[in-house]
């Protein structure tokens, strides 16, 4: 993790992470649950942090909505929004190279 914030400036964004949520230097880690009703995280001046915006397809913290962030200047702002889960997972399943269990785990957003 030092290794990473010896590269950000002040804030980095990451995506395709599959965790939604914020680092901080410290080093912590605040996921979008913990971060009240609606999630967001409010920067401050003297912190670096870097922001998982999480993943549009396959989030990996247990919820299977479709996972992105909204940058303001003050704030990141984390929203869910429901997909065709059914589709998704039968478009995998008819890949006969792929495992089922890859189509049936975006059920549990794992």
Do not use: C
Request: net charge negative; aromatic share 10%.
């Amino acid at each position: 993790m030092n290794a990473i914030f010896d590269r950000v400036e002040r804030i980095a964004m990451v995506g395709h992470t599959h965790v939604p949520g914020v680092f901080s230097e410290d080093p912590d880690f605040f996921p979008p649950r913990e971060m009240g009703d609606p999630p967001r995280y409010t920067f401050s001046d003297d912190e670096k942090i870097v922001i998982n915006v999480g993943s549009v397809g396959q989030p990996r913290d247990n919820d299977p909505r479709a996972s992105y962030a909204v940058m303001h200047d003050d704030r990141v702002e984390f929203h869910r929004v429901a997909y065709d889960i059914d589709a998704t997972a039968d478009k995998i399943k008819s890949i006969p190279e792929l495992h089922d269990w890859l189509g049936d785990r975006l059920y549990d957003g794992r």
